[in-house]
């Protein structure tokens, strides 16, 4: 693969998952707007349970377009198998969560505190 597809399918990928992170966001920032801190109907908490959830999944989306906004290979759980068939078909196994921060800290001049 040559540099400009690299940093075309980083892009690609990159813009991809923020746009994902985005659309998560936004119902979910409605019903924390609803939600006022006073008790709650266990229906709330269902909600504010669906909103907890997607926010952690939209950090995590945020956190992997940093990754591939530098280096989509960075995306892989183990980067030294890459295979670009599989990541373009989206059947692969992404770096989880936990590894993000430090993922970052390794490839960029983001350093993150403790």
Avoid: H
Wanted: proline share 2%; aromatic share 8%; with cysteine.
């Amino acid at each position: 693969m040559t540099e400009l597809e690299d940093l075309i399918i980083n892009r690609k990928t990159s813009t991809d998952l923020l746009n994902n992170s985005f659309d998560l966001l936004t119902p979910t920032i409605k019903i924390l707007r609803g939600f006022d801190g006073t008790l709650f109907s266990k229906g709330d908490e269902v909600e504010l349970k669906a909103a907890l959830i997607t926010v952690t999944t939209s950090v995590e989306l945020l956190l992997k377009a940093k990754i591939a906004s530098i280096s989509w290979v960075q995306l892989f759980q183990n980067p030294n198998k890459v295979d670009n068939a599989k990541f373009l078909s989206g059947d692969f196994y992404s770096v989880k969560l936990e590894c993000c921060l430090k993922r970052i800290e390794g490839i960029s001049i983001i350093q993150f505190d403790d």
